[in-house]
C-alpha cells in the first residue's frame, strides 16, 4: 500500500477512471452515496484522488476504443470524457498516459467541489482533497500543487 495506513484507517472508494459524477446527476449513484456517507458519517478529513500511470480507463479514452460491447463501462467513461477532451486531443501517444491521468485527476478533484457537503466542509476547513498520480514502473507518487503541477510526493 503507498500510503503506509493500517487496515481500517482509509475508507476506500475505487471505481475504473476514479470518476466522480458531478453533484445532482439523475438517479442513485454510490460515488454520492459514500461520500456523504464518509464525510457526514465517519467524520472524514482527506479526500484523495490517486490516478495511476497505465490506467485502462483513461487509455480507452485515448484510444477512441470502441466500447459497444460494454454498455456499462463505455456509458461510466462517457462522464469522464467532456471534461477531457484538450487533453485527450493535445495528450502525446505514451502507453503510461501520465498527462490525461493526471488531466483527470485535477477533473474529478473539480467534480467532487460540486458537493455540497464537500462545499461546506472545504470552507470549514474540516476537509483538504488531495490530487495524486501513481506511477506504476517507478513506484513514485506526485502531489498535484496549488500552482496545478504534479511532483514527487515527499514520503
Known amino acids: 500500500m503507498i500510503t503506509g495506513a493500517q487496515p481500517g484507517e482509509i475508507f476506500e472508494l475505487r471505481n475504473a477512471g476514479n470518476i466522480v ?3 445532482g446527476r439523475p438517479g442513485a449513484c454510490g460515488e454520492a452515496a459514500t461520500i456523504e456517507y464518509a464525510l457526514e458519517v465517519l467524520g472524514v478529513q482527506d479526500i484523495v484522488v490517486c490516478g495511476h500511470s ?12 470502441d466500447l ?3 454498455p456499462g ?7 469522464a470524457r467532456p471534461e477531457l477532451t484538450s487533453v485527450l486531443e493535445s495528450a502525446p501517444d505514451d502507453p503510461s ?7 483527470n485527476v485535477v477533473n474529478q478533484l473539480a467534480a467532487l467541489r460540486s458537493y455540497p457537503v464537500v462545499r461546506q466542509r472545504l470552507d470549514s476547513g474540516r476537509l483538504r482533497l488531495h490530487g495524486w498520480y501513481y506511477e506504476v514502473d ?3 507518487v506526485y502531489e498535484l500543487g496549488d500552482d496545478g503541477d504534479f511532483r514527487v510526493h515527499a514520503a
Open 21 to 23: 459524477p458531478s453533484y
Open 54 to 65: 497505465h490506467c485502462g480507463a483513461m487509455g480507452a479514452l485515448k484510444s477512441g476504443d
Open 68 to 70: 459497444s460491447s460494454l
Open 73 to 79: 463501462v463505455d456509458a461510466w467513461l462517457r462522464l
Open 97 to 103: 498516459l501520465p498527462e490525461v491521468s493526471q488531466g
Open 138 to 140: 517507478t513506484g513514485f
